[in-house]
């Protein structure tokens, strides 16, 4: 099948319904969902890759054979499973639509707005709730990022000692402010379902 299937644009007001409230349609499709089933992929190899780095790490760290430590050694381990991951999840996808007879421009248009809407991979070892989704990709990212800052140490002041520290508590502070938004975001959608 033509990878170009993965770049085919869609209309997202095609077959769109009104919004009762406003009368303003509402996007029904995504625009790119090729690109969509492209960034799903990458993220998810990524997170693959950085849990079997840090992991490696893990082992090497008991066993005496990782050098410089858990903190920089794991966290380097960590970096370049991500990277690699990531590599594998942008190859994996388009090795599936080179190779899966379904997935030609409708094929992907549907798998595209599967995973936005309901959370459905193509991967079916991928497929979790939508919210449980955003969980993962938050957290694991977020611990990749805070495991490259302990592996790629900078000379002193911004050795990992000194970077870890900070960039932990940023990536709590981000996260917690994250939080907040989908909570006032939830919370605004069901006061507005209730209202109708």
Same mark, same amino acid.
């Given at each position: ?21 406003? !009368? ?48 920089? !050694? ?37 798998? !595209? ?20 989704? !955003? ?62």
């Amino acid at each position: 099948m033509p990878i170009s299937s993965l770049f085919q644009s869609n209309d997202p007001y095609q077959d769109a319904v009104p919004n009762p409230q406003t !009368g303003l349609s509402q996007p029904t499709q995504v625009r790119l969902p090729g690109v969509l089933l492209i960034t799903h992929s990458t993220i998810r190899g990524g997170i693959i890759g950085t849990f079997s780095g840090l992991s490696l790490g893990l082992v090497a760290a008991g066993t005496k054979n990782l050098t410089n430590g858990l903190l920089a !050694g794991g966290g380097r381990l960590g970096f370049i499973g991500l990277c690699t991951g990531s590599v594998v999840g942008i190859g994996a996808a388009f090795y599936r639509a080179a190779t899966d007879n379904t997935f030609d421009d409708e094929g992907v248009r549907l798998a !595209g707005n599967s995973l936005f809407h309901t959370g459905q991979s193509i991967w079916p070892m991928f497929t979790q709730d939508a919210y449980l989704q !955003g969980k993962i990709d938050k957290w694991s990212l977020g611990g990749a990022m805070g495991a490259a800052m302990a592996g790629f140490q900078a000379k002193r002041p911004l050795d990992a000692s000194r970077c870890v520290p900070w960039g932990v508590a940023l990536a709590m502070v981000a996260i917690k402010v994250t939080e907040e938004i989908e909570l006032a975001a939830r919370r605004n959608k069901r006061s507005k379902e209730s209202e109708m």
